[in-house]
């Protein structure tokens, strides 16, 4: 698990060298929006990763969904509301990337380099329990 948090802490710090660049020159290169894409595709999934791990090993329930992971989280007082409500905007997105990435916009990806910050909360919380 602390493999993963170290992977979501290298990841945001990759992803902050993308904010150099301007919406319009990620469109223009296809290695920037694979980047962009990837990094927090893998971020994303780390965090599920992590949040699928803790509900398993401290039995905090049965999810169905990597969004019920999450909820079991902020159920058992692991995560904010906050964050969990965060967390489950970012999921919805990883399934976006995943499945029908060919429809994502990428403005709309750019836009979450400003909210690298929820990355680092959710780390803050769950250090707090391992």
């Given at each position: 698990?602390?493999?993963?948090?170290?992977?979501?802490?290298?990841?945001?710090?990759?992803?902050?060298?993308?904010?150099?660049?301007?919406?319009?020159?990620?469109?223009?290169?296809?290695?920037?929006?694979?980047?962009?894409?990837?990094?927090?595709?893998?971020?994303?999934?780390?965090?599920?990763?992590?949040?699928?791990?803790?509900?398993?090993?401290?039995?905090?329930?049965?999810?169905?969904?990597?969004?019920?992971?999450?909820?079991?989280?902020?159920?058992?007082?692991?995560?904010?509301e906050?964050?969990?409500?965060?967390?489950?905007?970012?999921?919805?997105?990883?399934?976006?990337?995943?499945?029908?990435?060919?429809?994502?916009?990428?403005?709309?990806?750019?836009n979450?380099?400003?909210?690298?910050?929820?990355?680092?909360?959710?780390?803050?919380?769950?250090?707090?329990?391992?």
């Open positions: 698990m602390l493999e993963r948090l170290r992977i979501i802490e290298e990841n945001i710090l990759q992803l902050e060298q993308l904010k150099v660049h301007s919406l319009e020159e990620i469109k223009r290169q296809k290695m920037l929006q694979w980047a962009l894409r990837y990094g927090l595709l893998e971020t994303i999934q780390a965090v599920i990763d992590v949040a699928c791990h803790l509900v398993s090993k401290y039995n905090l329930g049965n999810p169905e969904t990597y969004q019920e992971c999450i909820e079991f989280l902020r159920e058992h007082k692991y995560i904010s906050e964050s969990s409500k965060k967390l489950s905007q970012m999921i919805g997105l990883r399934n976006l990337l995943v499945h029908e990435y060919i429809k994502v916009d990428i403005s709309r990806i750019y979450l380099l400003d909210y690298l910050d929820d990355f680092r909360v959710f780390i803050e919380e769950i250090k707090d329990h391992i």
